[in-house]
């Protein structure tokens, strides 16, 4: 299997940067959304009841650009609204635009159909990033799935503890890795390959279903009533990106959000719904 490259990824967010904004005063114009793939499938859901509750309106979902496209293109006036997986980095906090956090989702290791484990200790996940574990315990080659270098996912990975970013790092350094430019390709990979394994969401499994098995950390299921409860510590914030004078059409869109009904709707697709204050 060829290794993907960076450079896939960046050619969409260009391609949006290049499409004219939409025209004040448009109200036929679609709400125009993308950025990081693990809250893709989730405001598909969303954006589907929005506009049967909201009848004349139109949400347009597009290819995935990851969190830093989301931000630029935002930014750009691009698109109407960005989903980012972190907060803005240094040299982003210029641009003119606004996050607001709306959910949290179990973040997650994630297993090819067919494995048999269903549990994974820290420790274990670094020896596998480290190379030093690489069979199943049933004798299956461990296809471990990287991120790129500079995705949030990686940067997540290497928080979690300094023996995990060494083994990250490690990992990223060995020739040969299977290396996945979106989130949506790392789970079709991981679900493709024998013996696969990669990082998801709770949210990315139940929204775009591909029989991957969510693995347990450290004995815990990554479930929303573990997470709530504090018993499951890892966790993936979602934010929304918007323009800091968001169109009339946005602000229903985050009203909707916030909702009882986009709440619930939250919860059904594996996040912990955050309050969502009022735009000014």
């Known amino acids: 299997m060829t290794t993907p490259t960076p450079t896939r990824r960046l050619a969409v967010p260009l391609l949006l940067l290049a499409l004219p904004a939409a025209a004040p005063g448009a109200d036929a114009a679609p ?29 347009q979902l597009l290819p995935s650009v990851g969190s830093a496209g989301a931000i630029r293109a935002v930014a750009a006036g691009a698109l109407d609204v960005g ?11 210029q ?7 709306f959910a949290r989702t179990p973040f997650l290791f994630a297993a090819a159909p067919g494995v048999a484990v269903r549990s994974l200790t820290a420790a274990e996940v670094v020896r596998i990033y480290r190379g030093q574990q690489i069979r199943w315990a049933g004798g299956e080659r461990i296809r471990l799935v990287l991120r790129p270098r500079a995705d949030a996912d990686t940067a997540f990975l290497r928080a979690i503890s300094p023996e995990m970013a060494a083994a990250v790092d490690a990992a990223q350094g060995r020739p040969g ?3 996945a430019t ?22 990315q499994l139940l929204t775009e279903p591909r029989g ?3 693995l347990a950390w450290e004995g815990v299921e990554p479930t929303l009533a573990n997470l709530a409860a504090g018993r499951y510590p890892l966790s993936k914030p979602l934010y929304l990106v918007l323009p800091r004078a968001p169109s009339p059409a946005v602000r229903e869109l985050v009203a909707f959000l916030g909702s009882p009904g986009g709440r619930r709707l939250l919860e059904e697709s594996g996040c912990l719904p955050l309050p969502l204050p009022p735009l000014d």
């Open 95 to 101: 641009a003119p635009v606004r996050l607001l956090g």
């Open 83 to 93: 989903l980012s997986g972190r907060e803005l980095q240094p040299d982003e906090r």
């Open 212 to 214: 991957l098995q969510p």
């Open 182 to 203: 979106t989130n949506q390709e790392c789970d079709q990979t991981v679900a493709t390959t024998p013996g696969g394994l990669g990082p998801s969401t709770l949210a």
């Open 31 to 59: 709400i125009r959304i993308t950025g990081t793939g693990s809250a893709i499938g989730l405001l598909e859901r969303v954006s589907r009841a929005f506009e049967q509750a909201h009848p004349g309106s139109k949400v």
């Open 177 to 179: 890795m299977l290396v």
